[in-house]
């Protein structure tokens, strides 16, 4: 069974750089056709496409965050990472990471993932 768990501060203040991680177990985040997505939903909104990596170490973002995002990874740890700098409250919200067995940027619900962490809180504020 995969899993996956989201680690981080759950506080930052506006400006700073957002880093979490998710741990994945259960498989490797090179086995082929595994997609790693970071995902957020904030109060008030629907869920957000934040960017992929992909199993061959590709990524993709989306076109509104992409000038603040980045997604690594760390094969030997089996880690992807996410950095959002700039960040402002807007950028509250629970995180989620998620695997699926393609690239998926129109994301309706979290269920649309084959696996998830649970969400980590991350409230930006001074």
């Known amino acids: 069974q995969v899993q996956l768990q989201e680690s981080g501060p759950g506080l930052v203040k506006p400006s700073q750089t957002l880093s979490l991680t998710c741990t994945v177990s259960?498989?490797?985040?090179?086995?082929?056709?595994?997609?790693y997505s970071w995902i957020r939903q904030s109060p008030g909104k629907g869920l957000e496409w934040m960017g992929t990596i992909g199993y061959r170490g590709s990524t993709y973002y989306s076109p509104s965050l992409k000038s603040r995002t980045s997604i690594s990874r760390d094969t030997s740890k089996n880690q992807f990472t996410l950095q959002l700098s700039s960040v402002t409250p807007e950028d509250t919200a629970v995180y989620y990471c998620a695997r699926s067995p393609r690239l998926i940027r129109d994301v309706r619900s979290l269920t649309d993932f084959s696996f998830r962490g649970q969400g980590t809180q991350v409230t930006v504020s001074s």
């Open positions: 259960g498989d490797s985040i090179t086995t082929s056709y595994s997609y």
